[in-house]
């Protein structure tokens, strides 16, 4: 079962996330390859949109509050030759890591998600930077035609992260109301729960995972699941139990 990380984990798997991606981008044979997770991106697009989310956030940790209209972004564009981008990069990153350090984990922020599972602090951004950049690099791996398999600790912790962050709202769901088991096989259970009161999720005991009988159920390695929760491999990918239609009006939902 996942645990929330410290402070400091987080920081470190950030810079080591982002590390991994300065790698895939160096390996590129070019920047102008196309992305097939990322329809219509070149790998600089995607350089470009991942070191500009560092930069954004970076502000937003030390200049806003809880309630303020949408930040605008800065309008930097990084540079096209790819030993200046890759020093970009570094730099975005270490702007965004200096800024949380600074801010530390329990500064309040702006931030565009509910803040019901996942608060809007600077902890809950720097965890949420993790896994951007963990699957913008296997966006840039699968660029250069060598996809990796994310490390389980932050792949496991992407699942977590994602059911509170992306998908936990109170928005009103359409349809019947279900529940969603999703089971790595490294260990982790999840139920998402979806209803007229929106859509949240629970962490299962291994007990309760055995004996639960939800709608549906899905079953992976916790890579795989959270390649399935970002749409980087297809629905099929994966072992499924139960309403064959669920994840489809899941991912349609958002």
Known sequence: MTEHFSFPTLLQMLDERSAAFRAAVAAAPSLDADVPSCPGWTLYDLANHLSEGDRFWAYIVLNTAPGDEWPSKDGLVAPREREALITWLADSTEQLLAALREAGPDRA??????????????????????????????????????????????????????????????????????????????????????????????????????????????????????LLMYKRVPNDALRTEGDADLLERLQNSG
């Open 109 to 226: 922020c702006w931030a565009w998600w509910q803040p019901l599972a996942s608060l809007h602090t600077g902890a809950a951004v720097a965890r949420r930077r993790v896994h951007e950049s963990l699957i913008h690099t296997y966006d840039a791996q699968l660029a250069s035609g060598a996809p990796q398999e994310l490390p389980t600790t932050e792949a496991v912790d992407a699942i977590d992260e994602f059911l509170a962050t992306v998908c936990t709202n109170t928005v009103p769901w359409p349809h019947e109301p279900a529940t969603m088991d999703y089971h790595a096989a490294e260990g982790g259970s999840w139920r998402q729960t979806v209803d007229a009161a929106g859509n949240r999720f629970t962490r299962l005991t291994a007990a309760e995972a055995a004996e639960s009988k939800p709608t549906a159920a899905i079953y992976g390695t916790a890579s795989e699941m959270a």
